[in-house]
Nanobody
Framework: QLRLVESGGGLVQPGGSLRLSCTAS????????IGWFRQAPGKEREGVLC????????NYADSVKGRFTISRDKAKNTVYLQMNSLKFEDTAIYYC????????????????????WGQGTQVTVSS
């Protein structure tokens, strides 16, 4: 059974950094693309970044370009979201999820194409 667990959230000041972790069990990262998503209070869940089964990243959100990066450690079966220069508007619950359906190794648009959602980790940017 595919399972994803997020960790690493917390409270950070504007301009600070955090690294989120998404640890997978029940499957190999080579076989699935993993996406990071976020949901701010009162807003819809949105895609942030994705890393394919081949290790290639795809950016879903213009607002994080140049500030957030995605990477993975296959030995630890973990995907990371490095967040730098954090802003107030980055405050949200951050989730990771695995591609479902066909071509599971590829990153694609659309929340409906992802499943096995983790429980989320809260990131709060506040002074």
């Amino acid at each position: 059974q595919l399972r994803l667990v997020e960790s690493g959230g917390g409270l950070v000041q504007p301009g600070g950094s955090l690294r989120l972790s998404c640890t997978a069990s029940g499957f190999n990262l080579d076989d699935y693309a993993i996406g990071w998503f976020r949901q701010a209070p009162g807003k819809e869940r949105e895609g942030v970044l994705c890393i394919s089964g081949f290790g290639r990243s795809t950016n879903y959100a213009d607002s994080v370009k140049g500030r957030f990066t995605i990477s993975r450690d296959k030995a630890k079966n973990t995907v990371y979201l490095q967040m730098n220069s954090l802003k107030f508007e980055d405050t949200a619950i951050y989730y990771c999820a695995a591609r479902t359906g066909v071509i599971q190794r590829m990153c694609v648009e659309g929340l409906a194409r992802f499943g096995s959602w983790g429980q989320g980790t809260q990131v709060t940017v506040s002074s």
